[in-house]
């Protein structure tokens, strides 16, 4: 009778080289995660900076409306501006204080105060500090639409300018803008 050969165990190179695959497969497959996951965080800092950038348009408006409305809220002719972010919060020249903001807000893009733009002694407007690169450029409402082309933040100045009016040869603007809501006063109904 001739032996039958017997069956054979895989040998030791075989084994290692079954797990230098694996680890190879095993590293690969890292390495495409890792670059996935470097994609994701790009994408979502994109995001966040364009939900910033909405953020800072939004909150520029309601400072650029509060000074609006500090201004035509102004008892009799001589029509001013407020002197300090604290008068547009709370405006102690009526018998019941009014608020024209509701508090002071802080850049959104820096996380510090709005640098203040001001005529003289008055608050005319605010803007960031930020020298960032802007991601909107374009397709700004109609309030925004002078912030077309600017490439920083710091170019975006949420500016009030109150009408010129008595010039000769022209017609004075009316007292109130289209804009202008009433005041609301601090602690009772409006």
């Given at each position: ?8 165990k ?5 084994k ?7 680890l190879?497969?095993l590293?690969?497959?890292l ?23 909405a ?6 408006d309601?400072y650029?409306l509060?000074?609006e ?20 919060i ?33 608050i ?23 912030f077309?082309g ?5 170019q ?13 040869g022209?017609?004075s ?18």
């Open positions: 009778m001739i032996p039958l050969p017997l069956p054979t895989p040998t030791r190179p075989t290692r080289r079954a797990r230098g695959i694996v190879l497969a590293l690969l497959t390495a495409l995660m890792a670059v996935a996951l470097m994609g994701a965080v790009e994408v979502w800092s994109l995001e966040r900076q364009r939900e910033t950038e953020e800072l348009l939004y909150v520029g309601q650029r509060a000074i409305h500090y201004y035509y809220a102004t008892p009799g002719a001589g029509k001013t501006l407020p002197n300090s972010i604290d008068d547009l709370e405006d102690q020249r009526f018998p019941v204080p009014v608020r024209h903001l509701r508090r002071a807000y802080a850049d959104p893009v820096t996380g510090a105060a709005f640098d203040l733009l001001r005529n003289g002694e008055q005319s407007g605010v803007v960031s500090s930020s020298t960032k690169s802007t991601i909107k450029r374009s397709g700004f409402s109609h309030a925004d639409s002078a077309e600017f490439e920083t933040y710091n975006w100045r949420f500016l009030f300018s109150p009408p010129v009016s008595g010039r000769a022209r017609r603007q009316s007292p109130q803008s289209p804009s202008f809501r009433p005041p609301v006063a601090i602690g009772g109904k409006s």
